[in-house]
C-alpha cells in the first residue's frame, strides 16, 4: 500500500505514555511494536480469546478490503468504520477487568485513531474551520472539493488499523485472514502521523 502524506495526525501521547507506565517489558514474552515504543509481553488465554475474535471480525470489514473511489463508497467507508467502533467498544466491555494489559490498550488506540478521523472528515465534510487535529495549511474545506484529503485521511487510518491489528494477532498467536495482499501494511508505523510524545531515552522505538 503506498502512503500519502498525512492531513492531520493522530494524537495518542497519552495512550502512549499510558503504556510506558503499564505495560512491563518481559525476556520471554511476544513483541508488540506501538508509535514510538515496543514491549514483550505474555498475553494471559482470557486476552488471546478475545483477540481472535477481534481479529477475525476486523480483518471482514470493508473498509480494510476496498478502495473508495465514489460518494456511495464513501459512506460505506465511514459506515464500515462505525461497525469497527461499535465491535470494539463491546470487547472493552468484556475486558473490564483487564485494562492494564496490551489487548486492551491496542484496543484504545484503535477506537481514538477512529475518533480523530471521524472528526476530521466530520470537519472536511461541513467546511467548517479548521480542525485543531489538521496541519497548518487553508481552512473552509467540503469533503466533496477536498477528495485527496478525505482519501489520505483514509488511507492513513487504515494503515493504523491495519498495524494495531498486526498486534493483535500477535497477542491471538494467529495470522490476519482475508485482507487482499494489496491492502496490507507492513509493520512500521508511519511517524509522520501521530504527534511525537515526551518519553524517557530508555523506551523502545516502534
Not at 486476552?47 to 471480525?57: H, N
Not at 484504545?108 to 480542525?131: A, P
Request: with cysteine; proline share 6%; charged share 25%.
Amino acid at each position: 500500500m503506498r502512503e500519502l502524506p498525512p492531513p492531520f495526525r493522530f494524537d495518542l501521547r497519552s495512550l502512549i505514555k499510558r503504556a510506558t507506565q503499564k505495560l512491563k517489558t518481559q525476556v520471554d514474552g511476544v513483541s508488540i511494536n506501538l508509535p514510538f515504543v515496543s514491549f514483550n509481553v505474555k498475553p494471559d488465554d482470557l486476552q488471546k480469546g478475545v483477540a481472535q475474535e477481534i481479529v477475525i471480525r476486523l480483518a471482514d470489514r470493508r473498509v480494510l478490503n476496498a478502495w473508495e473511489c465514489c460518494d456511495n463508497c464513501i459512506e460505506q467507508a465511514l459506515g464500515s468504520l462505525q461497525e469497527i467502533r461499535s465491535m470494539l467498544v463491546d470487547k472493552q466491555v468484556e475486558m473490564t477487568k483487564l485494562t492494564d494489559t496490551p489487548l486492551f490498550l491496542v484496543v484504545e488506540l484503535m477506537l481514538e485513531g477512529i475518533r480523530q478521523f471521524l472528526t476530521f472528515e466530520q470537519r472536511l465534510k461541513d467546511g467548517g474551520e479548521r480542525s485543531p487535529l489538521v496541519l497548518p495549511g487553508p481552512s473552509g474545506f467540503g469533503r466533496r472539493d477536498n477528495r485527496q484529503l478525505y482519501f489520505a485521511a483514509l488511507e492513513m487510518i487504515r494503515a493504523h488499523l491495519h498495524r494495531c491489528l498486526l498486534q493483535v494477532a500477535k497477542i491471538a498467536d494467529t495470522r490476519i485472514p482475508k485482507i487482499a495482499d494489496s491492502m496490507r501494511y507492513d509493520e512500521v508505523w508511519q511517524l509522520a502521523a501521530y504527534e511525537s510524545p515526551a518519553l524517557p531515552p530508555t523506551e523502545g522505538a516502534g
